[in-house]
């Protein structure tokens, strides 16, 4: 990419902070008008802006999920309909993952081009999770699903607005074959009018600066942003570095799936090789499409360099990402992948970081974060009919309140219960009491777990104990009317992963109340409940960094004060003697203590 010359820093700046403005724009307002739980309620939604050669130039601050494949995304989608054949005011969906090689059925491609003066300068794209996209369960998280079908309609790049007018032909076979239609239309004309009004201040940005300068700033931006990243791979240590993370199962077979990684660095070419080629093959329901895994390998390489590195597409000319053909990562029609981001993504997430700890400064690395958990609630309400229709009314929500905590980054502790790396702190709760108003259930606990972080010198935050009262009408309630679905949690038999001595977090725990019985309930599973049954969940913390012993005192003592540690802990693994009642540290037996406990752990790494 040649260098711009004669570009204003100023001016420079002043368009790469206007685009990253339209571009959140775009999200904020989606988010604060939409009827999809996942797009209103936790954010499961990314934007982007995108040269017509798409190129990313900004992607935003909401989940790199969505956000850091849309290249990959749009590319294939313009392919499919012929650069040719889009126009001025045309409006794209799809969610093909096999087109598009991201997302799962329910996450949603919206596409609009904009033009100047007849000439296709930007496209702006957005993926979120929209209300419902068909299929056996609302979600697209029930497991074991027959094939891709099972999981929902299939949508490969179409216009459903083709300059300026909507084909309701077309557009009434989609929404004929998903649950809660005029929400779903609701949600994708506002994203199309929501762009429109992006595309008016791109356009008046445009004619400000002139068109030539805007595209010699985006240029710039891409190419200032490749120089940096170029520059800080050069420190790293050269050479393979491998990580091996395994999922728990695919809700098939009962055996873990192993995503493992070889990354090959170059600090002299400034060049990052992510190749996955030897995970374990294709299997049900938890594959991986490939922009995904470049999303995923972008990402942890962003948290990894020290710079304020915010254009993805200078990343993506740093780093190249290998799939194998047949493996779980390399889906092909018609296998699934309805929890491909959040379940097997995440061991994708944690390889990355794993291995690029071993390259990296480790003052730029951080401890993988609790994997996934959160309960899904679907069923029925057969006393509630919509007059305007006769149907009885439906309902499906994952709140994510049971969501652990984020592993420790160099220098500080992780953050408590923010839930799972692939949404990068972007994802939100549901507020309970909205819940509670929408499902026949009632939360009767919510609360931070003592000791279920990793220990380090600097902690992971902590998992979090919730428990779900269903509080079905008995009267009206029926068999079936009450589901459970745990297709988007993993992490029972694997735990977040400690780095540079820090301990791995706790494993996730599920089950059933159902009276004085205590009934199982894994990850990847669905189960039907009754009316007083209760489900409960406690997530593990996120790993720790560095060794427990050299941990400041004082933030132990802080620690065990605010029931983030018992004593025991504080005692046992990070060598701080602490009075029960009067929380004082007692210094002396505390250096004594960290000294002997400092020898035991030398004698042991010596055996």
Known sequence: MNKEKNIDPLTLSAIEARLESFNDELCARTVRQAFSMPTARIRDISSAILDSEARILTAGHYAPIHAAGTDISLKAI???????????????????????????????????????????????????????????????????????????????????????????????????????????????????ESMKKCEERILDMVRRYGKDVVIQSCNEIMRRTEETVRKEISTWKAGVFKAERAADWDGSYDQPVWVRLALTVKPEEGELIFDFSDTDPLVDFINVPWGVVLAFATTTTRWALSSDIRNLQGIHSCIKVIVKDGTALAPVYPYSNGAQSITLGSEVFECCQIAIAQAAPKENCGATWARKISPIFSGKFRDRIDPRTNSMETYWTSPFNSDGGTGAPW???????????????????????????????????????????????????????????????????????????????????????????????????????????????????????????????????????????????????????????????????YGVVIDSKSFAVNYEATVKLRKKLKAQKKAREKN
């Open 78 to 192: 313009v392919d499919w309909i012929g650069r040719e054949n889009i126009y001025p005011d045309d409006f794209i969906l799809a969610n093909d993952p096999y087109i598009t090689k991201a997302g799962h059925l329910p996450d949603w491609s919206h596409v609009r081009p904009i033009f100047y003066e007849g000439e296709l300068l930007f496209y702006h794209f957005m993926r979120t999770h929209v209300h419902d996209s068909g299929g056996a369960f609302p979600s697209t998280y029930a497991v074991r699903p027959y094939d891709c079908h099972a999981e929902g309609l299939i949508i490969p790049p179409v216009k459903i607005i083709e300059r300026g007018v909507i084909d309701e032909k077309l557009y009434s076979v989609i929404l004929k074959n998903v649950r809660g239609a005029s929400m779903v239309r609701a949600d994708n004309l506002l994203i199309y």
């Open 411 to 573: 220098g500080y502790d992780g953050t408590d219960g923010l839930g799972h790396a692939p949404a990068a702190g972007a994802s939100v709760r549901a507020p309970i009491e909205v819940e509670e108003t929408l499902v026949p259930y009632r939360w009767l606990h919510c609360e931070m777990l003592t000791d279920s972080a990793g220990d380090g010198q600097w902690r992971g935050g902590l998992g979090v104990h919730v428990e779900y009262l269903n509080c079905h009408d008995p009267e009206t309630w029926r068999p079936l009317d009450c589901c459970v679905i745990t297709g988007n949690s993993d992490g029972q038999k694997f735990p977040p992963h400690g780095l540079f001595g820090g301990t791995d977090g706790k494993r996730h725990e599920l089950w059933i109340k159902r009276g004085d019985k205590l009934l199982p309930l894994r990850t990847m599973d669905t189960q039907y409940v009754r009316p007083g049954d209760i489900i409960g969940t406690k997530s593990g913390g996120g790993g720790g960094i560095g060794g427990p012993l050299d941990r400041d005192v004082e933030k132990v003592r802080w620690d065990v004060l605010n029931q983030y540690i018992s004593p025991k802990k504080a005692h046992d693994i």
